[in-house]
């Protein structure tokens, strides 16, 4: 734990304290923010979930920073306690969203609302009240390359005019109603853009975050041990509940599409610069990525199968993958994104961020934690059932 000394802006200014409301503070991302802010800030949160599990080592009184922190524990969905929390912060940073993959096509309603809906009142308090917001969207929004329409072995594939995805001038493409998994792609361009139209028409001041797969410790759940059995969280919890179980790894439709990861400790850093460089970072969306870390889903199962192997010390599986149709898996109506490279120019211009954890360092420590923290639940869980 770094000690809190007074920060410096990227123009060599003092940042002022800020008094932050953060929405969806409890969940993965915000616990890795709520950590920092803490522990190497001046910064104060008020921080807003329905759960608070991910950061209760934060909110245990007497700790050095516990009079910075405050948990309130509302749905924005209903609580008229959120305008009045709004007002009393210099900025807002707004997590909360459904964003697992498995609720995109079946819960489709649940998760435009979520994206959606549930945003909207957020932007308009934060333009009504002129507080700066700092909105997470998704890498989502790109949706397809453009090269995923053309022949597999076409040369333009190898082209980045063809895969690239660029925040000023990539477009957006989804795919058809019936596929509901671009339901919160679809949800979260019409947030982007109704910020953004806030922006030119209001002068609301904010900046878009489009995360390409932050990764790290408490991402999601593993289920049947803090989460639903039946619930599917995203690919790196998926895969770390089939090596801590020891069952093979789910490939959907052969793992073929491909990922870029980045660890979430170097994310983090990215939103700080965001948070305190309002000049620099105002009126940008930004994608925040690690383009160095490309692999497809298959290699992922792979490198991460023998990443674990080391950590824990046991053997490879006999069969470490099977593939699954994607309607086996998600149900009718997933289609997924081919490729998923980020263009870095407006960050590394804006910011000067650049990320620096290679896959492998980030899965190690990711896997060493997951490790620690469920391989006894998970025995445990195991041994009970077979005794039943
Ligand atoms: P997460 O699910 O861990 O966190 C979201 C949090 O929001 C949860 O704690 C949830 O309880 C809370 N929340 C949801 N609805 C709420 C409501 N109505 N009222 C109060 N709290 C509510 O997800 P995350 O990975 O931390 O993602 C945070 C944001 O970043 C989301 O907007 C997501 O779409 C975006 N994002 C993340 C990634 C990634 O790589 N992790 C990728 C793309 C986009
Ligand atoms: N995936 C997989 N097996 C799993 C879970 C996910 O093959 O057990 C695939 C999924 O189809 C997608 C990729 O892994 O191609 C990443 O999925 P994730 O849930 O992390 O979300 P996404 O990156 O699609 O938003």
């Given at each position: 734990m770094t000690e809190a000394t007074s920060r410096l802006d990227l123009d060599g200014n003092n940042v002022s304290p800020l008094t932050i409301c953060m929405i969806?503070?409890?969940?993965f991302i915000g616990s890795h923010l709520c950590e920092k802010l803490m522990w190497e800030s001046e910064h104060t949160v008020l921080a807003i979930d329905v759960y608070s599990d991910k950061i209760q080592h934060l909110l245990?009184?007497?700790?050095?920073?516990s009079s910075r922190i405050e948990f309130h524990r509302l749905n924005?969905?209903?609580?008229?306690r959120l305008e009045g929390l709004i007002k009393l912060s210099d900025l807002v940073i707004n997590l909360a969203a459904i964003c697992t993959?498995?609720?995109?096509?079946?819960?489709p309603l649940d998760t435009i609302y979520s994206n959606f809906t549930d945003a909207l009142p957020v932007v308009r308090y934060c333009s009504d009240n002129g507080k700066r917001l700092i909105h997470f969207s998704t890498c989502?929004?790109?949706?397809?390359?453009?090269?995923?329409?053309?022949?597999?072995?076409?040369?333009?594939?190898?082209?980045?005019?063809?895969?690239l995805l660029s925040e000023d001038k990539s477009p957006c493409i989804f795919g058809p109603v019936?596929?509901?998994?671009w339901s919160y792609a679809c949800a979260k361009q019409l947030i982007e853009r109704v910020i953004y139209a806030e922006g030119a028409e209001n002068g609301l001041e904010f900046t878009i975050v489009r995360p390409f797969n932050w990764i790290g410790p408490r991402m999601d759940f593993i289920p049947g041990v803090d989460?639903?059995?039946e619930g599917v969280p995203r690919v790196l919890a998926c895969f770390s509940n089939n090596l801590l179980r020891g069952e093979p790894l789910k490939l959907v439709d052969g793992g073929v599409s491909q990922r870029t990861f980045v660890y979430i400790k170097d994310a983090i850093e990215a939103v700080f610069l965001m948070i305190e460089n309002p000049s620099r970072a105002n009126g940008h969306i930004f994608n925040v990525g690690n383009p160095n870390n490309e692999v497809t889903v298959r290699e992922l199962a792979d490198l991460m199968s023998e990443i674990y192997c080391k950590v824990s010390g046991r053997p490879m599986l006999e069969v470490p993958t099977i593939d699954i149709s994607s309607k086996e898996f998600y149900g009718e109506g997933y289609d997924d994104s081919d490729k998923r490279i980020p263009d870095m120019t407006i960050i590394k211009k804006q910011l000067g961020w650049e990320p620096r954890t290679s896959l492998p360092d980030l899965l190690h420590t990711t896997l060493t934690y997951q490790h620690r923290t469920y391989a006894n639940a998970i025995k445990q869980a195991i041994s009970k059932s077979i005794a039943s």
């Amino acid at each position: 734990m770094t000690e809190a000394t007074s920060r410096l802006d990227l123009d060599g200014n003092n940042v002022s304290p800020l008094t932050i409301c953060m929405i969806g503070a409890g969940g993965f991302i915000g616990s890795h923010l709520c950590e920092k802010l803490m522990w190497e800030s001046e910064h104060t949160v008020l921080a807003i979930d329905v759960y608070s599990d991910k950061i209760q080592h934060l909110l245990e009184p007497g700790q050095a920073w516990s009079s910075r922190i405050e948990f309130h524990r509302l749905n924005i969905k209903n609580d008229p306690r959120l305008e009045g929390l709004i007002k009393l912060s210099d900025l807002v940073i707004n997590l909360a969203a459904i964003c697992t993959p498995a609720d995109y096509n079946t819960r489709p309603l649940d998760t435009i609302y979520s994206n959606f809906t549930d945003a909207l009142p957020v932007v308009r308090y934060c333009s009504d009240n002129g507080k700066r917001l700092i909105h997470f969207s998704t890498c989502e929004v790109y949706g397809k390359t453009v090269g995923s329409f053309l022949p597999k072995d076409h040369p333009l594939r190898q082209d980045p005019d063809f895969y690239l995805l660029s925040e000023d001038k990539s477009p957006c493409i989804f795919g058809p109603v019936e596929k509901q998994r671009w339901s919160y792609a679809c949800a979260k361009q019409l947030i982007e853009r109704v910020i953004y139209a806030e922006g030119a028409e209001n002068g609301l001041e904010f900046t878009i975050v489009r995360p390409f797969n932050w990764i790290g410790p408490r991402m999601d759940f593993i289920p049947g041990v803090d989460g639903p059995s039946e619930g599917v969280p995203r690919v790196l919890a998926c895969f770390s509940n089939n090596l801590l179980r020891g069952e093979p790894l789910k490939l959907v439709d052969g793992g073929v599409s491909q990922r870029t990861f980045v660890y979430i400790k170097d994310a983090i850093e990215a939103v700080f610069l965001m948070i305190e460089n309002p000049s620099r970072a105002n009126g940008h969306i930004f994608n925040v990525g690690n383009p160095n870390n490309e692999v497809t889903v298959r290699e992922l199962a792979d490198l991460m199968s023998e990443i674990y192997c080391k950590v824990s010390g046991r053997p490879m599986l006999e069969v470490p993958t099977i593939d699954i149709s994607s309607k086996e898996f998600y149900g009718e109506g997933y289609d997924d994104s081919d490729k998923r490279i980020p263009d870095m120019t407006i960050i590394k211009k804006q910011l000067g961020w650049e990320p620096r954890t290679s896959l492998p360092d980030l899965l190690h420590t990711t896997l060493t934690y997951q490790h620690r923290t469920y391989a006894n639940a998970i025995k445990q869980a195991i041994s009970k059932s077979i005794a039943s």
